[in-house]
Nanobody, 127 residues
Framework: QVQLVESGGGLVQAGDSLRLSCAAS????????MGWFRQAPGKEREFVAV????????VYADSVKGRFTISRDNAENTVYLQMNSLKPEDTAIYYC????????????????????WGQGTQVTVSS
């Protein structure tokens, strides 16, 4: 069992930066692939980024590539999402997720690839 708690969301202006954190419970954190998803009002939850167990492999959605960076600290049981050059269209609830398997194909973009989810943190970007 893994429990995930996100933090770091808030209200910012376009062009600003935020760093989201996701703290995980349990001693097996390093065995999980970790992903970030987001969900805007009226839209489906969409993939943002994923990082492999050791952090050696990362994948990003095209919409955030070059602006967002996912990283993890296995000693601290925490995964991060550094978000730079934020845009109003980045406004959403951001969720972190843990998956027992790191998929090297596009399946990691699916919510079904993850076994545990956090409660989410709101990010609002004003224009």
């Amino acid at each position: 069992q893994v429990q995930l708690v996100e933090s770091g969301g808030g209200l910012v202006q376009a062009g600003d930066s935020l760093r989201l954190s996701c703290a995980a419970s349990g001693r097996t954190f390093s065995r999980y692939a970790m992903g970030w998803f987001r969900q805007a009002p009226g839209k489906e939850r969409e993939f943002v980024a994923v990082i492999s167990w050791t952090g050696g492999s990362t994948v990003y959605a095209d919409s955030v590539k070059g602006r967002f960076t996912i990283s993890r600290d296995n000693a601290e049981n925490t995964v991060y999402l550094q978000m730079n050059s934020l845009k109003p269209e980045d406004t959403a609830i951001y969720y972190c997720a843990a998956g027992r398997t790191y998929y090297s194909n596009s399946y990691h973009r699916s919510v079904n690839a993850y076994d545990y989810w956090g409660q989410g943190t709101q990010v609002t970007v004003s224009s």
